[in-house]
């Protein structure tokens, strides 16, 4: 062979080498993956680790003694939306559990914009409570206020307020009540991976402006990436406050560019599905998907029901808001008792049509019974204003 030939030879290899490198990147309809083609390994790994999450049947497995009930509290819960069906939610769940344990509980909305919460937790902090939750917001953007509620003395105990379960030093939490980011983000990945073989088009929806969203969607995009025919159409950031607003417009565009391509999704929080239900009707898609849909959290009610009735949403890994709501609850009795907190964080959860049984939520079984058994609490009157 000539030396002109084997240039022209090694000039065409390496650019197929490179047109190969490119197919599934953004410019061409998805982001390349690393994976072995197939993933057989991957793929075993996930089904078994979905088949265990879909189980109904799991046991209370946190905490059974604490400190009993402290008597005259009162509890604020700033909320940074409470459009936002998991912060809501969990509101709900701490009004329930006050009137269990016998102390007021006031809920103040932020809005979903920062000069919202702020304005919120500057209130909170003038109310003199004994405890603060800083409900689904990040604390450092409410510094000033967080550290007058540390100069007077009130607690402060976050959900979904840094990324990780926990008590927190920077900002300094008493505890951070979540499950665990990466064990939502990996089991939502896995379903992914698991229902569809390990071949789809996948979108994924998040609010980067939420650390903890952010972070959340970031490690489910790392995840997909475990197997190479799992291709990341698109990564849609859009505020969880703009949802409403500008959801329908982008699934509409996205049905557009990518077609039959798009087969499934992930979105960090499960109200961007009933923002796409619309768009995706609009465009002829069926309810039962694809694409097909699964929310990273939060569980809520209107969630389940979508789940239920096979309406634009095939799962959900719910937070086990109520739950969540009483632990709170717990979490700020051993800190006015002056114990530590529990450390305790729910395990993962797939709910689908064929094992939620109609349910409208999910929480882990016996968990009203180990809280009262805990404080010593048979009932009390409400003091919810």
């Known amino acids: 062979m000539s030396a002109g030939r084997k240039a022209a030879t090694a000039a065409l290899l390496v650019a197929a080498v490179l047109a190969g490198c490119e197919r599934g990147s953004s410019a061409g309809g998805g982001d ?38 402290v008597s ?9 939306t409470m459009t936002n069906p998991g912060v809501a939610g969990t509101a709900q769940g701490v009004r329930d559990a006050a009137k269990a344990i016998g102390w007021r509980v006031r ?21 003199r409570p004994s405890g603060i939750v800083i409900g689904g917001f990040d604390p450092h953007s409410t510094a000033r ?10 607690p402060l105990v976050g959900w979904h307020a840094v990324a990780s379960p926990g008590p927190s030093r920077k900002p300094r939490l008493f505890t951070n009540v979540t499950t665990r980011v990466e064990e939502t983000a990996r089991i939502s990945a896995d379903w992914v991976i698991a229902r569809s073989n390990g071949r789809a088009g996948v979108v994924v929806f998040t609010d980067a402006s939420i650390p903890f969203a952010r972070n959340k969607s970031e490690l ?16 849609q950031n859009i505020p969880i406050p703009d949802a409403g607003s500008r959801t329908p417009q982008e699934v509409s565009s996205l049905v557009s560019r990518f077609r039959d ?3 499934y999704s992930v979105a960090i929080n499960d109200l961007y599905f009933a923002d796409a239900a619309p768009a995706l009707r609009a465009a002829g898609k069926r309810g039962s998907g694809p694409p097909f849909n699964i929310g990273a959290g939060d569980g809520d009610p209107s969630a389940f029901q979508r789940v239920n009735h096979r309406q634009y949403q095939a799962a959900t890994v719910p937070e086990p808001l109520t739950q969540q709501g009483w632990q709170i609850i717990d979490e700020f009795n051993r800190a006015f008792s002056g114990r530590g907190p529990s450390r ?6 797939i709910a689908t049509a064929a094992n939620s049984a109609g349910a409208t939520s999910w929480n882990p079984r016996g968990y009203r019974q180990a809280y ?6 048979s009932g009390h009157a409400a003091l919810t204003p």
Request: aromatic share 6%.
């Open 344 to 349: 305790y964080s729910a395990p993962v959860h």
């Open 261 to 263: 391509e798009w087969t």
């Open 145 to 154: 206020q967080v550290a007058q509620a540390q100069a007077a003395g009130i």
């Open 72 to 80: 005259g509290k009162t509890i604020v819960y700033v909320a940074q």
């Open 107 to 127: 809920v103040i909305d932020g809005g979903g914009t920062p000069a919202g919460i702020q304005a919120a937790l500057s209130e909170a902090v003038a109310l």
């Open 220 to 235: 489910i995009r790392k995840e997909l990436t475990a197997c190479r025919d799992v291709r990341l159409l698109a990564y």
């Open 372 to 377: 009262r058994k805990i404080w010593g609490a």
């Open 32 to 69: 390349a993956t690393s994976g072995p083609r197939g993933c057989p390994a991957v793929l075993a790994r996930a089904k078994a680790a979905v088949e265990r999450a879909e189980r109904t049947n799991v046991p209370w497995n946190g905490p059974t003694r604490g400190p009993s009930a």
